[in-house]
């Protein structure tokens, strides 16, 4: 039993997933930030765009 617990807590492979998960989860809220923030500079343009052609 002691064997079957010292081998679980030297397995590192659930730690390595939790790592890989937080760094794509940072990836991915850096890409949604500079999406909005691009989306949010670029909404003023195509509105008047929009305004001109009516």
Not at 1 to 29: C, V
């Amino acid at each position: 039993m002691l064997r079957l617990l010292k081998t679980f807590l030297a397995n590192e492979s659930g730690a390595t997933a939790i790592e890989y998960s937080l760094i794509a989860s940072l990836i991915a809220l850096a890409i949604i930030t500079a999406v909005s923030s691009v989306g949010n500079k670029l909404k003023a343009p195509f509105n008047e765009v929009t305004s001109n052609l009516k």
